[in-house]
């Protein structure tokens, strides 16, 4: 028998994060200054965040500092054994990364594996559910510049990639029209016939990738308006300990959300429920197999955390 190892959900950390400068403090409920969210449309929704990310600042980096973003995420592994046979499991895992005011410079990505033991099910018993230990690349620290981690990786990595949203230089390169951003959303996933699940699974990359500057994130959040299908899925909901709005797409295996501060309009994170038809037999609908969330801070020093 064919065994099949697959790691569904947040996807590694890839990039670094905008971060955004300090907003005022509006009370315990942030959507209180909003509109009835649950009476508002997706395309509502994410207009209101791009008003918001208009008008946000992202605060600068001076030369010699780092940008730092830590991401906290539960990644579903699967062990498959043909069609039929197989258990799915939750690894929590913590990604953080340093990068340089100037891209060029040395860069630093640290993954930690904090728990590999969250059971979400199988058509074998938990007891027979053995779990692969992590590999070189689940957990380790690297550097490189330009974020350049892995040089024997193919393709290679390059500084100012203009096709590679690691790099300010993709970002520079897009358009600021939504209608534009739509097209190049399509373009991206045109392998997948530009499926709208598909164009919101890329729409959420590039998010995580965390270079996209205010205004063109509110530009982004246009775009992924247009998508067929969006939805506000709940009108308040709690990601490490963070309240946002979720929107999302549900097509038919899995339901994505895209999670938003409806404070500042910036995206804090993702998380994936199974539809009502999942992947895999032995995973219940609404079951969630996933989730990633994002916190970012200016340091001074190269590994530096900042303070709590």
Same mark, same amino acid.
């Given at each position: 028998?064919?065994?099949?190892?697959?790691?569904?959900?947040?996807?590694?950390?890839?990039?670094?994060?905008?971060?955004?400068?300090?907003?005022?403090?509006?009370?315990?409920?942030?959507?209180?200054?909003?509109?009835?969210?649950?009476?508002?449309?997706?395309?509502?929704?994410?207009?209101?965040?791009?008003?918001?990310?208009?008008?946000?600042?992202?605060?600068?980096?001076?030369?010699?500092?780092?940008?730092?973003?830590?991401?906290?995420?539960?990644?579903?592994?699967?062990?498959?054994?043909?069609?039929?046979?197989?258990?799915?499991?939750?690894?929590?895992?913590?990604?953080?990364?340093?990068?340089?005011?100037?891209?060029?410079?040395?860069?630093?990505?640290?993954?930690?594996?904090?728990?590999?033991?969250?059971?979400?099910?199988?058509?074998?018993?938990?007891?027979?559910?053995?779990?692969?230990?992590?590999?070189?690349?689940?957990?380790?620290?690297?550097?490189?510049?330009?974020?350049?981690?892995?040089?024997?990786?193919?393709?290679?990595?390059?500084?100012?990639?203009?096709?590679?949203?690691?790099?300010?230089?993709?970002?520079?390169?897009?358009?600021?029209?939504?209608?534009?951003?739509?097209?190049?959303?399509?373009?991206?996933?045109?392998?997948?016939?530009? &499926?709208?699940?598909?164009?919101?699974?890329?729409?959420?990359?590039?998010?995580?990738?965390?270079?996209?500057?205010?205004?063109?994130?509110?530009?982004?959040?246009?775009?992924?308006?247009?998508?067929?299908?969006? &939805?506000?899925?709940?009108?308040?909901?709690?990601?490490?300990?963070?309240?946002?709005?979720?929107?999302?797409?549900?097509?038919?295996?899995?339901?994505?959300?895209?999670?938003?501060?409806?404070?500042?309009?910036?995206?804090?994170?993702?998380?994936?429920?199974?539809?009502?038809?999942?992947?895999?037999?032995?995973?219940?609908?609404?079951?969630?197999?996933?989730?990633?969330?994002?916190?970012?801070?200016?340091?001074?020093?190269?590994?530096?955390?900042?303070?709590?």
């Amino acid at each position: 028998m064919t065994l099949a190892v697959a790691r569904v959900g947040a996807a590694k950390a890839t990039g670094n994060s905008v971060v955004p400068a300090p907003s005022a403090n509006l009370g315990t409920n942030p959507t209180a200054n909003w509109p009835d969210i649950k009476l508002m449309s997706a395309t509502q929704v994410l207009n209101r965040a791009a008003d918001l990310s208009v008008s946000a600042a992202d605060q600068p980096i001076r030369p010699g500092q780092f940008r730092y973003v830590n991401k906290h995420a539960w990644v579903m592994n699967t062990m498959q054994f043909g069609d039929k046979i197989g258990y799915s499991y939750l690894w929590e895992q913590q990604d953080q990364r340093w990068i340089p005011a100037d891209e060029h410079n040395v860069w630093q990505e640290t993954r930690k594996v904090l728990n590999t033991g969250k059971f979400l099910g199988g058509s074998v018993p938990q007891a027979q559910a053995t779990q692969l230990p992590p590999t070189d690349v689940d957990q380790g620290q690297w550097q490189g510049r330009c974020g350049d981690f892995f040089p024997e990786a193919k393709p290679p990595k390059k500084c100012d990639d203009s096709t590679d949203w690691d790099s300010s230089a993709f970002y520079a390169a897009l358009p600021r029209d939504p209608s534009a951003l739509y097209a190049k959303l399509q373009s991206l996933t045109k392998g997948n016939s530009a &499926a709208p699940s598909a164009m919101f699974n890329v729409g959420i990359q590039v998010l995580e990738a965390g270079m996209m500057p205010a205004e063109l994130r509110a530009q982004w959040y246009r775009a992924l308006a247009k998508i067929p299908g969006m &939805a506000v899925l709940a009108a308040e909901t709690n990601l490490d300990g963070r309240t946002g709005v979720a929107l999302g797409l549900d097509d038919g295996h899995q339901i994505r959300q895209l999670i938003i501060d409806p404070v500042t309009g910036q995206f804090i994170g993702e998380r994936q429920i199974a539809g009502p038809q999942p992947e895999q037999s032995w995973i219940k609908p609404n079951t969630e197999i996933g989730s990633s969330a994002f916190t970012t801070a200016v340091v001074d020093q190269l590994g530096a955390a900042p303070a709590k």
